[in-house]
């Protein structure tokens, strides 16, 4: 049974102390003109069958079709998955340069975008910067003023990985060795997490994985070797083909879990943080949907997730022996019982 925000569970929570949580506001849809009838053509970096994001890739998807481009139709959209090395990105995305594409569409980490500028300097680009910032890389000017063929949305992700931190410290407070999964997408990520666990007096024990597909199971051993009390996944395209073997080991190993998106606590993940990825990948269709009717990416500035959700899977936390703190829970939009 699950219960989101506002509901009587939280209303009932919060009368024992707590003070409950502003709703949080949806980013307003845009108002759209009707496309012509010529056809469109797209070339689309996305993951439909990942576990993970193939929700938002669908909402992305439905998002066109809501501003009417219905693939058959008037849409012709070449659909590449992302977990893939970045040699075999850039193959694919030189060869819908070369078919004339109308927009490239890179959503998710780095490597997608990397591919599609390689391929062109013209061609308008839409980006979902999952696992990087466009702005330090190079990619854009700023948010106001992006410049060039690139604008999108930016999730500050290095962000949302110190603030998943602090609220593990703040659940679990008598924790200190704190095991972090991580790969080369979530690089950045990892520094920024050390660094604030490291400021909350916490042991890290890294684990970087290399070479997919994962082994996820040695990872998980050389987290129990190293005396592990919690777990911090952060967020890597490769991560998400593993989502049901690393809740499942984290369960075993009775490792209070913190993630980056709601499908992981949907699985059995105990906690997770951070922007809803339907709103944001609908966000980045309305992007591709004004360019298709004429806008140029140096005129629409980046954009910045609005939406925000933690989720809390109280039938993990009971079946790993723990008990989540009042001052936790209200802070819920969802809680899975």
């Known amino acids: 049974m699950r219960y989101t925000a506002g509901m009587k569970r939280r209303e009932f929570i919060a009368g024992l102390g707590g003070a409950a949580v502003a709703p949080m506001v949806l980013w307003p849809a845009a108002v759209r003109a009707q496309p012509s009838g010529k056809k469109v053509h797209l070339g689309v970096f996305g993951a439909p069958t990942n576990p993970i994001t193939g929700p938002a890739f669908r909402a992305f998807h439905d998002e066109l079709r809501k501003a009417g481009f219905v693939e058959g139709r008037n849409l012709f959209a070449d659909w590449r998955p992302t977990d893939q090395d970045l040699a075999a990105l850039s193959a694919q995305a030189a060869e819908m340069a ?13 490597q997608t975008l990397q591919a599609c500028v390689r391929a062109s300097r013209s061609i308008p680009i839409v980006f979902v910067a999952n ?8 990619y854009v000017q700023s948010l106001a003023k992006p410049g060039g063929n690139i604008t999108g949305v930016f999730l500050r992700q290095t962000e949302l990985s110190e603030k998943q931190v602090e609220l593990l410290t703040q659940a679990f407070p ?12 979530s690089a950045d990520q990892f ?12 042991e890290v024990i890294s ?9 996820i199971d040695a990872a998980f051993r050389g987290m129990s070797e190293a005396g592990a009390n919690m777990l911090l996944v952060l967020s890597s395209p490769f991560f998400g083909r593993h989502r049901d073997r690393i809740v499942e080991l984290a369960i075993r190993q009775r490792l209070p879990s913190m993630f980056i998106f709601k499908g992981y606590a949907d699985a059995g993940g105990l906690m997770s943080y951070g922007a809803d990825p339907v709103a944001m990948y609908r ?13 140029k990416p140096a005129d629409l500035p980046v954009e910045l997730p609005t939406k925000f959700e933690m989720v809390l899977n109280l039938k993990t936390a009971k ?16 809680v899975i019982e």
């Open 98 to 110: 070369r078919a004339n594409v109308d927009a490239l569409v890179a959503l998710g980490a780095e």
């Open 131 to 138: 696992n990087y910032d466009p702005i330090a890389r190079g």
């Open 174 to 185: 008598d924790r200190t060795r704190l095991a972090v999964l991580w790969d080369y997408v």
């Open 191 to 202: 520094e920024a997490a050390e660094r604030q666990a490291r400021r909350l007096g916490l």
């Open 207 to 215: 684990r970087r994985l290399e070479n997919p597909p994962y082994d």
């Open 283 to 295: 966000q980045g269709a309305v992007f591709v949907d004004k360019i298709l009717k004429g806008a």
């Open 319 to 334: 079946a790993i022996g723990v008990e989540l703190p009042t001052t936790v829970l209200i802070r819920a939009d969802e």
